[in-house]
């Protein structure tokens, strides 16, 4: 103590490799920090001067401190009793808690497992298994708490600047470190929450200084300065709020950024605006010069119209965020109008077409028949999903400040950080039946599970198979009237058919907002889906020419006012026979190019519905970073057959399928 007043100065020591907010070279190449103005005023309180010296790892800083390298150590440094056999530490000055980052697959095992999923449970699992990497900041205390807290895990030790890969690499299922350490490190690097949860852990860490044990006066003299009232009681969170992680440098503006910004925005919403008018109004004369009937297809329900639609909702969306929060309400109001009206007409539809095909001679068979081709081609559907997003990888490569704005994005919006879902063989094996058979159909029509209400309809055609005629009749009569109320409910969406698409993919695509990223790994969704939907129509175009042999211009020719009513109207498997009443009553369609057109339906739309689901599933995956096994998209392709089935039976417009799904 005397020869620091003869000299004048105070010696602290502190670690060479920065530790933020509490030691770290500022923008100005200046040292701050917490530690550093704690030095500082125990400085100003002997009338010293400070003397920084940064040497070592954390683990040296008592060895240097003993070749009597410096006076004091204040370097956010922990007490353990190891340090204090050979230091005196003082009192602490700060109390801080330790955390754990734990892999994502682990806490899905958790939750399969029904495990609380509090700090004692979690760390009684984690012990629990054989093979657990945990990993922690090489050169401090972390290494003995964490071998204490976790005895049978093999450690991994790694520099600050090495845990970011560590991590985006899951090399390790547990992080361990410093409640505050792990809570800065993810404000810099929110992306690690796409493959990680935090979890604070209830061990109190406590940090001190440390005089060697000759220094016994500076030592008394630095645990009475913490414990009087000018020190006592110091809180760390609102120390740490007078720090910030630093302005990051803005990157410059991309294409895709100037594109969704002022004044461009507006420009390119007028040029899409004035360019789908002009081609829907020449489309609406091509179709009028060519239609045989006085009164032509509506414009509102133009395919290009559609497709339009379309497009201005994703870009506006993108562009122009501020007025998502006006219309995109409007986009929920009417996609619940068409489930509204739909659902009813699944059911009724159902029960009239499958007893009218029960009714006739072979009825039976031709379902098997039928229901066998659906099976096989939905199930290539899906699994041509897994294998084009296997092989693309859409949601693969996202950049890294893509990553930090997704991770923020899904803390904002989800309670829990992942889904659980049961890929155990036996929640597999029973996932279909339980799906199919609710507990409560009044539920199922509530939750719109249309494989459950497609079951139900079913089973309620085949007693009406068994019933008398009479009464069979009855009951047909009120469910052709209740499908023909709620048909011309569902026919009045048509005519805001476009408007509900524009604000159901403004919707969407806001979700894409400040992430341009984002918005062009959905591109390549959207790519990959387009290249599927061509698969799908050369397969269909080439199976329904072997069937019904006739020219390829003639079949094409034949097949485009039944694409658009596919399209536009109905793509359900529910309503085939009401497809085939329309192209019936049409003057330009003979009996033999209207079975040409159900192949089409049967083969490119419904397996279609599949292999979206299990691409924008493996997308998901993907742009999370979800690491599942064979079984995991085994139960991908699993779920996407169920809902190519289930799916095909809701009239709606095709787009709809996709648009949902995302």
Request: glycine share 6%.
């Amino acid at each position: 103590m005397d020869k620091i007043l003869e000299k004048g100065e105070l010696r602290i020591l502190m670690a060479e490799e920065d530790w933020w907010p509490f030691f770290y070279v500022d923008e100005r190449g200046e040292l701050a920090g917490i530690d550093v103005e704690m030095g500082m005023e125990i400085a100003r309180a002997l009338g010293v001067q400070p003397v920084f010296i940064r040497k070592g790892v954390f683990n040296d800083l008592a060895r240097h401190l003993e070749e009597d390298a410096a006076d004091v150590i204040i370097s956010y440094y922990s007490y353990t009793p190891s340090r204090s056999a050979h230091l005196f530490i003082t009192q602490p000055y700060l109390m801080d808690s330790d955390g754990i980052l734990v892999s994502h697959t682990l806490m899905e095992f958790m939750r399969n497992q029904k495990v609380d999923l509090n700090q004692e449970e979690i760390t009684k699992y984690l012990n629990q298994r054989r093979l657990l990497r945990i990993g922690t900041l090489a050169d401090t205390s972390y290494e003995a708490w964490a071998v204490e807290t976790f005895p049978r895990a093999r450690l991994s030790k790694a520099k600050p600047e090495e845990v970011p890969n560590l991590l985006t690499d899951k090399e390790v299922d547990v992080f361990y470190c410093a409640h505050y350490w792990l809570r800065f490190f993810l404000a810099l690097h929110p992306e690690i929450l796409l493959n990680y949860q935090y979890v604070q852990m209830d061990r109190k860490d406590l940090i001190s200084m440390a005089v060697a044990q000759e220094n016994l006066s500076l030592y008394f003299w630095l645990d009475s300065y913490i414990a009087s009232s000018s020190s006592r009681n110091r809180d760390l969170e609102e120390l740490i709020e007078r720090y910030d992680a630093g302005e990051q440098e803005e990157p410059s503006p991309t294409i895709v950024d100037k594109a969704l910004s002022d004044p461009w925005r507006s420009i390119l919403l007028a040029v899409l605006v004035s360019g789908a008018a002009i081609v829907v109004y020449v489309s609406q004369r091509r179709i009028r010069r060519k239609s045989n009937s006085k009164k032509p297809p509506h414009w509102l329900l133009n395919m290009w119209t559609v497709l339009f639609s379309l497009l201005l909702g994703t870009y506006a969306g993108l562009a122009f965020p501020e007025v998502t929060e006006l219309l995109s309400p409007f986009g929920d109001i009417f996609f619940n109008y068409l489930l509204l009206a739909g659902i009813p007409i699944l059911f009724c539809v159902v029960i009239l077409n499958f007893t009218r095909l029960m009714s006739n001679i072979g009825g039976l068979r031709f379902f098997l028949k039928f229901m066998g081709i659906l099976l096989i081609f939905v199930s290539i559907g899906a699994f041509l999903g897994l294998a084009i997003g296997l092989v693309i990888q859409p949601g693969s490569g996202l950049p890294l400040e893509s990553q930090q704005r997704l991770a923020e994005t899904l803390q904002r919006q989800s309670a829990e950080s992942s889904l659980a879902i049961d890929t155990s063989p036996g929640a597999m094996l029973w996932m279909i039946p339980s799906t199919m058979i609710p507990n409560s159909i009044l539920k199922a029509f509530v939750e719109n599970r249309t494989l459950s209400i497609l079951f139900f309809g079913i089973l309620i055609a085949f007693i009406l198979l068994y019933q008398e005629e009479k009464r069979k009749g009855k009951v047909i009569s009120v469910l052709t009237v209740v499908n023909d109320l709620f048909f011309t409910l569902f026919k009045l969406s048509y005519y805001v058919l476009p408007f509900g698409l524009f604000c159901l993919m403004m919707s969407q695509a806001s979700a894409f907002t400040d992430n341009s990223g984002l918005f062009m790994a959905f591109i390549k969704l959207l790519v990959c889906q387009g290249i599927m939907l061509a698969a799908w129509f050369f397969i269909a175009v080439g199976v329904s020419l072997w069937k019904v042999p006739m020219p390829l211009p003639r079949y094409l020719s034949a097949i485009k006012k039944p694409m658009m009513i596919i399209f536009s109207l109905l793509s359900t498997l529910a309503t085939l026979p009401a497809i085939m009443e329309v192209c019936e009553r049409e003057e330009a369609f003979q009996d033999e190019n209207v079975k040409g057109t159900l192949p089409l339906l049967l083969i490119m739309v419904i397996p279609t519905i599949a292999s979206i689901f299990s691409l924008t599933i493996v997308f998901l995956v993907q742009l999370l970073r979800i690491e599942i096994g064979w079984v995991g998209y085994l139960f991908i392709g699993i779920n996407s057959v169920i809902a190519g089935i289930a799916a095909s039976g809701i009239p709606a417009p095709a787009d709809l399928y996709s648009v949902s799904i995302v």
